[in-house]
């Protein structure tokens, strides 16, 4: 089945830094989805992209979508302890799947 | 999320009982889906509903599992002889139309199924 490969698995970074993580895929997928989710909490959804090569930003997070359909990325600039928490990439495949599937995670840490 | 209700929260069960976890999705948005999340794992995908039926069951196991989203009131996960590896965190997502369109899926806070 299609799987999304999400990496860094974990992330410690000092407060004010910026942050990068990614997903990608051997297959297509016509929509990707970052969520972030906080401890006993479901996923909160931060960016959706819904076009080949899209550049979204929600304030200090942005997130593309990749040319080939196979990979995406989430940026958040000048991190603050709030964001600690588990990001999450998510996705339609391509076939006219309803389903999301998702990447196992990256867990990030912020010292402040 | 606040507005994709679950209940309850946290779920405790003996091996061979029966869960029922509910899912009442935000007002308006008829297309269900159910997700199980394991300790340090992505959520996977079980099943998929709208209103009186079952749209995609792929993910959910042969046995024991069921879903159901009637007509009226909440959508209904039921989990037979629950065993030890069935602990996990059930999650349901609703949305307006189907997410293979221009669509956003929110979740609900999840079950926590706890099998003793």
């Known amino acids: 089945g299609q799987q999304l490969n999400q990496s860094p698995q974990s992330m410690f970074i000092q407060e004010g830094e910026d942050v990068s993580m990614n997903c990608t895929s051997s297959?297509?997928?016509?929509?990707w989805l970052w969520y972030k989710q906080d401890p006993g909490e479901g996923p909160v959804l931060l960016i959706a992209l819904y076009k080949a090569g899209e550049l979204t930003s929600n304030g200090r997070l942005t997130a593309q979508f990749g040319i080939t359909r196979k990979d995406s990325f989430l940026n958040i600039s000048a991190s603050i302890p709030s964001d600690v928490g588990i990001y999450f990439c998510a996705g339609t495949p391509q076939g006219g799947s309803e389903k999301l599937v998702f990447g196992k995670g990256t867990k990030l840490t912020v010292n402040p | 999320n606040a507005g994709v209700m679950q209940n309850p929260r946290h779920l405790v069960r003996r091996r061979g009982q029966e869960a029922r976890l509910r899912c009442s999705p935000m007002k308006g948005h008829s297309h269900v889906y159910w997700y199980r999340q394991l300790p340090e794992e992505g959520l996977k995908f079980m099943v998929y509903?709208?209103?009186?039926?079952?749209?995609?069951e792929s993910g959910m196991p042969k046995e024991r599992f069921s879903a159901e989203f009637p007509k009226e009131g909440p959508s209904i996960l039921r989990i037979q002889q629950v065993v030890r590896g069935d602990s996990a965190a059930y999650f349901c997502?609703?949305?307006?139309?189907?997410?293979?369109?221009?669509?956003?899926?929110?979740f609900g806070q999840g079950t926590r199924l706890t099998v003793v």
């Open positions: 997502a609703s949305s307006l139309t189907g997410t293979g369109g221009y669509t956003e899926a929110f």
């Open positions: 509903l709208q209103k009186e039926n079952i749209i995609d």
């Open positions: 297959s297509i997928f016509n929509t």
